[in-house]
């Protein structure tokens, strides 16, 4: 078999998507190993997961740093102990620099909850349905310094019911996400190989 990207997911919360990650690349010929996760939150509930499927994991309390650029520094160095070359923000809700932004540049991919350019930042679900926005969906982009602008790899769409409410839009969304982050995961560490 070919070599696969070793890739880390960065969580901070459920880290449904990270599962999604995890089983596809469980699957064989799958281009991308998950050998680590990150997460900003100790408590994050997506990190027992990780454990039990045998994936390294480090939390950083980034309420434990002075800096971000300390922060940055510490995860950027269990990084490289794991020979990490491709990273998966998967509901990590912490703003990355710059520096370390453009240090994994075209190496650091996103999943977004909207269509974008639609909907940038948080509360995309409820900004849809204010905007009475018939359609909405999720796409995975590559992570540039400006928040959720880069280069789009894939999105999904999902048709927007009379009578969604937030919650039952969302969980309409994250059905897509599930599929669409393994895919593109895939598409780019297929890429890099
Ligand atoms: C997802 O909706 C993702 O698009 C967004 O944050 C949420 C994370 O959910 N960035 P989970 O932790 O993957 O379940």
């Known amino acids: 078999m070919r070599k696969r990207v070793r890739t880390a997911i960065f969580i901070s919360g459920r880290?449904?998507?990270?599962?999604s990650l995890v089983a596809a690349a469980q699957t064989p010929d799958y281009p991308a190993e998950i050998v680590l996760v990150v997460s900003n939150n100790p408590q994050a509930g997506g990190?027992?997961?990780a454990q039990e499927h045998g994936i390294a994991t480090a939390s950083f309390d980034h309420k434990a740093y002075k800096s971000r650029a300390e922060f940055e520094a510490a995860i950027q160095?269990?990084?490289t102990a794991h020979n990490i070359e491709l990273i998966a923000l998967a509901g990590?809700?912490?703003l990355l620099t710059a520096e370390f932004v453009n240090a994994w540049s075209g190496r650091m991919i996103n999943i977004h909850p909207a269509l974008l350019p639609a909907y940038k930042g948080l509360h995309t679900h409820e900004r849809a349905l204010n905007d009475g926005a018939r359609e909405h969906g999720?796409?995975?982009h590559f992570v540039v310094p400006a928040m959720d602008e880069g280069?789009?790899?894939l999105q999904r769409a999902v048709p927007v019911l009379a009578g969604d409410t937030?919650?039952?839009l969302a969980a309409r969304v994250l059905v897509e996400?599930?599929?669409a982050y393994p895919e593109a995961l895939a598409m780019v560490a297929a890429s890099l190989v």
């Open 151 to 153: 280069e789009i790899i």
């Open 47 to 49: 990190l027992a997961f």
């Open 166 to 168: 937030p919650e039952t």
């Open 92 to 94: 990590f809700m912490r």
């Open 138 to 140: 999720c796409t995975v």
């Open 177 to 179: 996400e599930h599929i």
């Open 77 to 79: 160095a269990v990084l």
């Open 15 to 19: 880290g449904s998507n990270m599962q």
